[in-house]
């Protein structure tokens, strides 16, 4: 059974810095790509995704601001989220996609004070 575990999240003023990290309960590559999604009221939606090839894929709202990166040595993935604004609250998943599977973190909250 693949678990994804997140940590990283936490209250933020505008304008600031969270580093997400997800580690995963086996090899990363083993994944046809991982990633990132948040929720606020309303729908799930991706934030940033890797591809195992390292391939990265961005929501406009991300661009320029958050980077996703891997760590294959620890099993994990991280999000940098850097110039943080209130509408970046929301619950963050993790995310890993195998063939037409996917799995979920817990999801941690992040929450952007202005």
């Known amino acids: 059974q693949v678990q994804l575990v997140e940590s990283g999240g936490g209250l933020v003023q505008a304008g600031g810095s969270l580093r997400l990290s997800c580690a995963a309960s086996e090899n990363i590559f083993n994944f046809n790509s991982m990633g990132w999604y948040r929720q606020a009221p309303g729908q799930r939606e991706l934030v940033a995704r890797i591809?195992?090839?390292?391939?990265?894929t961005y929501a406009d709202s991300a661009k320029g601001r958050f980077t996703i990166s891997r760590d294959p040595g620890l099993n994990t993935v991280h999000l940098q989220m850097n110039g943080l604004a209130a509408e970046d609250t929301a619950v963050y998943y993790c995310?890993?996609?195998?063939?037409?599977?996917?799995?979920w973190g817990q999801g941690t909250q992040v929450t952007v004070s202005s």
């Open positions: 591809n195992v090839g390292g391939v990265t």
């Open positions: 995310n890993a996609t195998l063939l037409s599977r996917n799995y």
